[in-house]
């Protein structure tokens, strides 16, 4: 276990399991306080990050809070023996009636219905001014406090330069009342808040909403995420929506500028809205280092869903089904060509559907190229809830991509997925269910896609709230000798799109231990993730969050398998 740098003041530790209260003779009020911290990361790139809730309950008019003391550390470990160097400034805000955890409906894009303005502007008001961080600071003020609960929160600002990984933490020591001092309770010990980087937010180069994130490596280390730019608004396709790519040569810490990827213009005279592009999925070739990303185009049929009957019909007209488009780069992304049209290629006649998943591929060791897709195929038309049944498969490549083969769709019943190779070389796909089922699919394929098998786990073992998913194999140096285990994340709850967490399974996916849970984010988002292996010791995910659009953090694989460090 890493030390923990000891900066607050011993004698005003808290310890005690109960709010402590402070009674005014005059007055005869009474008033207690409550702090917490909701596991969520600490973002560069975000101008107010909350640290902590104070929660002052009060229970008649008339007290008025004058100051608040906190301190401020982190965990000390050999890479990181001053946590405070990471933050810009703190702030002290009272947000009134307001949980301060309000600030994610403004970012985590998600539809947000009000006045986004005015809720901002309830949030940050200001108790004393913004101060640089210190072991322990104070904020000076005067609030009167409302009867009922008061809710006030501390903001950090981190520096550009935070080292991702590196985690925070805030106590508060004191708060001092014209109904006397309070010592609060602590009702979350133990949480400390990992930094992370804003990959992409509101609004950042004039797009609306950025979804569907996939990440991937290529040989010479560079991480590249490519994701929906959503325009003008937040809904899919058919819509104004882009491919865009976001690039980094140090392992996450810098990301160059977005680069638009693959957009269709105003493709036959079409607007824009009319010429949608979605749904990125990417592979690198291990080999040759080029990198296929590929996409679904829809042509026309405005507020048409590409997933509905009525939005991609069976056949390849463009203008009557979805198009499976690809680009390649040559150059370590830094360029692509233009999109080449596979739909003929790939699609069988009668599908509705074929596209890539939302996900990584991978090279298998025998050098093929794996790309995971998904569609949708005619059901019973007898059967109102059966007219459609979706199907996950592989698209893969012998020949370092020059042309590629479709597998068998006898997957059914799932959609986006991600696959890991094993260690008898057979291929283990993990997929999002039908909306009714809560767990996820698990299939598994000896032949390339030629065949599919339910997997020991196969819709019941992950839960998921129908959600996309993603899993890696991971591989490292354990005391001399090579291992290699597997990784999922998701949003584990089968109700909402909340806890980002990932799973360790050392036994090729058969078992997910539970003491190996890593909760990232406990907060609402739209959910998707997408990791990664950085290097020998780091993984990298990019999941759409709580605190932005697509967040990006950096784990360190020794973390992971160490339970005790939750």
Known sequence: MPRILALSIISLAVTTSTTTYAANAETSAHVGANTSQRVHPLLVGNEHNVLITVAI?????????????????????????????????VEMFFSDHHRPHELDQLRNGKTFVGDRRSLMTEL?????GACQPQARVQFHGDRLLAPG???????CKLREDAELGHKLDATCLGIDTTAGPITPHDASPGVHKRIGYALRKRYDDGVHTCRIPALTVTPKGTLLCVYDLRRTKRRDLQEDIDIG??????????WEPMRVIM????????????????????????????IFC???WMWGKSGKHQWASDGSAPGFEIGESAQFLMIRSQDDGVSWSEPENLTRALKQREWLLVAPSPQAGLTLRDGTLVLPIEGLAGGDPADPDQLTIGFSSLMTSRDHGESWTVGSVDAIGNGECQVVELRDGSILLNSR???SIKHRSVWVTKDLAQTWQPHATHRKALIEPSCNGSMIRVEYVNDGEPVDILVFTNCHSQTVRSHQTLQVSFDEGLTWPEQYHFLLDEGLGNGYPSIAQIDDRHLGIVYEGSQAHLVFEKIAIAELLRPSSR
């Open 57 to 89: 309950e009060v229970d008649r008019p008339g007290v008025r809070v004058k100051s608040f003391t906190f301190s401020l550390d982190g965990p000390l470990t050999p890479e990181n023996d001053n946590p405070l160097r990471d933050i810009d400034s």
């Open 124 to 128: 940050t008001v200001a108790f004393g």
């Open 149 to 155: 609960t008061n809710y006030f929160w501390l903001s």
């Open 245 to 254: 790519l976001s690039r980094s040569t140090d392992g996450g810490r810098g």
């Open 263 to 290: 957009d269709m213009g105003q493709y036959e005279g079409l607007p824009e809205n009319r010429n949608g592009c979605s749904d990125p999925g990417i592979v690198v070739d291990s080999a040759t280092g080029d």
């Open 294 to 296: 590929a996409a679904v």
């Open 433 to 435: 269910s039908a909306k």
